[in-house]
């Protein structure tokens, strides 16, 4: 299939249908708008269903009723609106139902901009809302990588019965690149044998709930949703690592700012420093390893984290890296966007530290 | 009262101050003016909005375009924000930490209305809060780009309502927000809208803020961006919707509904949707039926309002 030009938001609510989504439930908010504009188009030409909820609150959980019926449902918005979701993405994480959620982040906290952001990294990556539970989030750095990743999304989430996030921000909502929808990694999926579909007294009810008063069933429920987000970890896990085998410095960025990181790549190269980067794909399951692995090398003197943030996805880097050596940031905030030149500032200044 | 006068009126220093960034050919800010000049000068009042075209385009931080104070908080909460204020206020003025008169206003779109804002709109009503809350209503949210509301009217054109060869833009009826908050049993409700010399707007922002207790003003307030009319048209869209009685003025006063105006003839509906781009698609030899049951459904409400106006 030929590629085609798209604005990224475009893109991935078209990658959704294309992955048998019919089902979408959305409410304005910038810069997420195309999504619902492109999808009250294009899902009635499917037979799919949209629906403009009255609030997010209203949106996800008319995504909880879809997926508790089996179906393949998603939902967008951006930073503000993803707060108001929260009670129903816990839910939905307690209840066991898949669904992609997308958050276009802005810059916050509070009403904040509508410029890109990283600024909400913990809320997508440790929870969000209340209780304990994970999402999946997959953090794409292209409309390439949204695309294949909203497709490989709702597979994850239907493998896994759990919510997945899209974390992108406003610039990969906004930006046109060409893209093309493919399906590299289809995956065996289990029938959706719980869903509430009607039983007619041909099997036992299936119930989906998430509110279980008895403290020993509800730490037994916890304690194998647990043992699931194991699994998770152990096989979901998605890293690129680029330039690191001589790297005397190794940055970590993922989305947008890894964009910025690979121009630093060479800038850097023609001041006689070699950079590296290693770009978490999945920032939930955290890439750990790898970077617990390139800090035992000798050649690495020390990782610098950049995010358009005060410093979140720094705290995974120093648990991955622990100790081993020491991890600096730098972060741009409030929808400024860091430049190669100030990064490679950056990591003139944490060389000039660690040579000392 | 003393008798209305829109030249000596406009006299009063303006409490929405130029320089804002609204659209030229918007009813927004005319609407705001009018219910701000409606306070005597000697009061002070507290202004929430919801997050809208209104709020950002005239408080941009560090920038303002509002003389009284002024909160904004999210996009759900105008009514819940100014709710807080007003019992602060109150509790204030009992133990003596506040004098003089303050009034409390709230401002919120149709999105921020009709649909997020209304559970905490319907619970500063219950709960009685001496304020006013004044929905400027341009039946979509603009601010983010013309989508459809629970206000929008059926079959407009809106970038989540599309109009194509199959389904002619959206397909529900605009919610009758009016009559919803007329059921609250508050001491006044109020429909309204930038008409002719503004009086009716005037006079309902007046009764509204000086009536003790909870108010509330649905205020017609037309988008050149969303309707798709040209802006020098603003005062003429909104008289043709007057007069083909899509959106009657009318009051509930303590439960007693009174009509403002009559139209001496009554338009055709189509009158009032031509001139605006949203309802294009309608004027086609294949559409004419839903400009029939247009029609249809402005006349039963129409005429709905007259017998609880006790006018049929």
Same mark, same amino acid.
């Given at each position: ?167 992108? =921000?406003?610039? *990969? !909502? ?6 093309? #929808? ?8 289990? &029938? ?123 705290? =995974?880097?120093? *648990? !991955? ?6 991890? #600096? ?8 966007? &860091? ?18 | ?312």
């Amino acid at each position: 299939m030929s590629k085609v030009l798209m604005k990224g938001n475009e893109a991935i609510a078209e990658a959704a249908i294309r992955a048998g989504c019919r089902y979408f439930f959305g409410y304005p908010i910038t810069p997420q708008n195309e999504i619902p504009a492109y999808m009250a188009k294009r899902m009635p030409e499917t037979g799919g269903c949209f629906i403009q909820a009255e609030s997010e609150v209203s949106a996800i959980n008319m995504v909880y009723g879809a997926a508790g019926a089996g179906a393949r449902v998603m939902t967008s918005s951006s930073s503000p609106g993803i707060s108001l979701k929260q009670e129903g993405i816990s839910y939905m994480a307690a209840a066991e139902l898949p669904c992609v959620i997308v958050n276009m982040v802005r810059g916050g906290p509070g009403l904040g901009g509508i410029q890109p952001a990283q600024s909400d990294y913990f809320q997508a990556t440790k929870g969000g809302g209340h209780g304990d539970y994970h999402l999946v989030v997959l953090a794409p750095s292209t409309i390439q990588e949204a695309a294949d990743l909203v497709i490989e999304g709702f597979d994850i989430a239907d493998q896994y019965r759990n919510p997945v996030m899209i974390l992108g =921000d406003g610039i *990969l !909502g906004q930006m046109m690149e060409p893209v093309e #929808f493919r399906f590299s990694n289809r995956r065996e999926l289990p &029938p959706k044998t719980w869903a509430t579909t009607g039983h007619t007294g041909e099997r036992p009810r299936n119930i989906i709930n998430s509110l279980i008063i008895d403290p020993q069933a509800l730490e037994d429920h916890v304690n194998r949703i647990y043992q699931k987000y194991g699994h998770i970890m152990k096989n979901e896990v998605k890293v690129e690592c680029c330039n690191c085998d001589n790297a005397d410095i190794i940055v970590a960025a993922y989305g947008t700012t890894s964009r910025i990181v690979k121009s630093v790549i060479y800038l850097a190269r023609q001041e006689g420093i070699d950079v590296g980067l290693i770009r978490p794909i999945t920032l939930w399951p955290f890439p750990a390893n790898e970077f617990s692995r390139w800090a035992d090398r000798q050649h690495v003197k020390a990782f610098l984290t950049v995010e358009m943030s005060t410093g979140q996805m720094v705290e =995974d880097v120093r *648990l !991955g890296v622990n100790g081993k050596k020491p991890v #600096f940031f730098y972060g741009r905030t409030g929808g400024m966007v &860091p430049e190669p030149s100030a990064i490679l500032e950056e990591i003139k200044k944490v060389m000039r530290s660690v040579m000392k | 009262m003393a008798a209305y006068n829109l030249k000596t009126l406009t006299d009063k220093p303006e409490r929405l101050t130029g320089g804002h960034r609204m659209c030229a050919g918007c009813g927004a800010p005319i609407v705001v003016r009018t219910v701000l000049r409606a306070l005597k000068p000697e009061d002070h009042a507290v202004v929430g909005t919801a997050t809208g075209c209104l709020e950002v385009s005239t408080c941009i931080y560090p920038y303002t375009a509002w003389k009284d104070s002024f909160i904004h908080s999210a996009f759900e909460n105008a009514a819940a924000t100014v709710s807080g204020a007003e019992a602060a206020y109150r509790a204030m003025s009992r133990t003596g930490k506040v004098n003089g008169t303050t009034k409390f206003i709230a401002f919120g779109g149709d999105g921020g209305t009709y649909d997020i804002g209304f559970q905490s709109l319907s619970g500063a009503m219950e709960r009685g809060h001496d304020m006013v809350y004044v929905c400027y209503d341009n039946e979509a949210y603009m601010n983010t780009g013309i989508q459809r509301s629970s206000s929008t009217p059926k079959y407009a054109d809106t970038t989540t309502s599309p109009a194509g060869s199959d389904i002619p833009g959206k397909v529900q009826f605009k919610k009758d927000l009016t009559m919803v908050m007329a059921a609250h049993n508050i001491p006044y409700v109020a429909q309204s809208a930038p008409f002719r010399n503004m009086r009716d707007l005037y006079e309902k922002a007046e009764k509204a803020i000086y009536t003790p207790g909870p108010a509330f003003l649905n205020v017609m307030a037309p988008c050149p961006r969303g309707w798709r009319y040209n802006t020098p048209q603003l005062m003429e869209v909104v008289r043709l919707a007057i007069d083909s009685c899509v959106w009657p003025l009318y009051e509930v006063i303590e439960g007693k509904f009174v009509l403002n105006y009559k139209p001496r003839k009554k338009i055709p509906v189509v009158d009032y949707l031509k001139p605006q781009g949203r309802f294009r698609h309608l004027f086609t030899k294949e559409n004419e039926g839903l400009l029939e049951e247009l029609q249809q459904e402005v006349d039963r409400r129409w005429n709905r309002l007259l017998e609880l106006c006790g006018e049929a």
